[in-house]
């Protein structure tokens, strides 16, 4: 079956950069699309087919996929850049699938 | 501006149906360019996709659900809606509905979730 993993956290301090892994067999074969959810909120879009962003989301996020794995990149990230990150893919024989998730802490 | 919002009861009996309506609003459901679809996050945990329709009928289920799950649309009321049988204290979760972008399967726009919790 096709799962996506992301490490469970990751930490950085304001004003740089995270970067957010997200691993699946041959990813780079599929479009990646990336979700920020904030405590108690609905998930955003926040990236889509790999590199896209909505109307909307700053330009401190972008990112890549390549080969077995996507990234999430947030350049000079900002406090209220705290949140989970989910990455997702669809795949033919399963459908929809989310990574496992990955909480960003901005300290 | 299109809207999602999800209804249905917040608690339902173990072995019973857990059903959930989405109402789409700001535009129609009768749309070959989206699909309609259930996502679910169980307190603490990550989203897990369940199903997707498109507005003629044409469905998807994740395999690890499809023996309980049906999800139906009804266009005329701009709805669809999730049916998920014989639940169980591990299908306890908040429940989000949200429009799906067929070209590239990603889901552009989210309901604000309902917490539904399987208890006697």
């Known amino acids: 079956s096709f799962e996506l993993t992301q490490p469970p956290s990751v930490s950085v301090s304001p004003g740089q950069t995270a970067s957010i892994t997200c691993s699946g067999d041959?990813?780079?074969?599929?479009?990646a699309s990336w979700y920020q959810q904030k405590p108690g909120q609905s998930p955003v879009l926040v990236i889509y087919?790999?590199?896209k962003r909505p109307s909307g989301i700053p330009e401190r996020f972008s990112a890549s996929n390549s080969g077995n794995s996507a990234t999430l990149t947030i350049s000079g990230t900002q406090t209220l850049d705290e949140a989970d990150y989910y990455c997702?893919?669809?795949?033919?024989?399963?459908?929809?699938?989310f990574g496992t998730g990955t909480k960003v802490t901005v300290l | 501006q299109l809207q999602l919002q999800e209804s249905g009861p917040g608690l339902v009996k173990p072995s019973e149906t857990l059903s959930l309506t989405c109402t789409v609003s700001?535009?129609?459901?009768?749309?070959?360019?989206?699909?309609w679809g259930w996502i679910r996050q169980p307190p603490g945990k990550g989203l897990e996709w369940i199903g997707s329709?498109?507005?003629?009928?044409?469905?998807y289920y994740n395999p690890s659900l499809k023996s309980r799950v049906t999800i139906s649309v009804d266009t005329s009321k701009n709805q669809f809606s999730l049916r998920l049988s014989s639940v169980t204290a591990a299908d306890t979760a908040v429940y989000y509905c949200?429009?799906?972008?067929?070209?590239?399967?990603?889901?552009?726009?989210w309901g604000r979730g309902t917490l539904v919790t399987v208890s006697s």
């Open positions: 949200a429009q799906i972008v067929v070209i590239d399967w990603y889901f552009d726009l």
């Open positions: 700001g535009g129609s459901i009768s749309s070959s360019s989206y699909y």
């Open positions: 329709i498109s507005y003629s009928g044409s469905t």
């Open positions: 041959n990813l780079g074969n599929k479009y």
């Open positions: 087919q790999d590199i």
């Open positions: 997702q893919a669809w795949d033919n024989s399963i459908g929809g699938v």
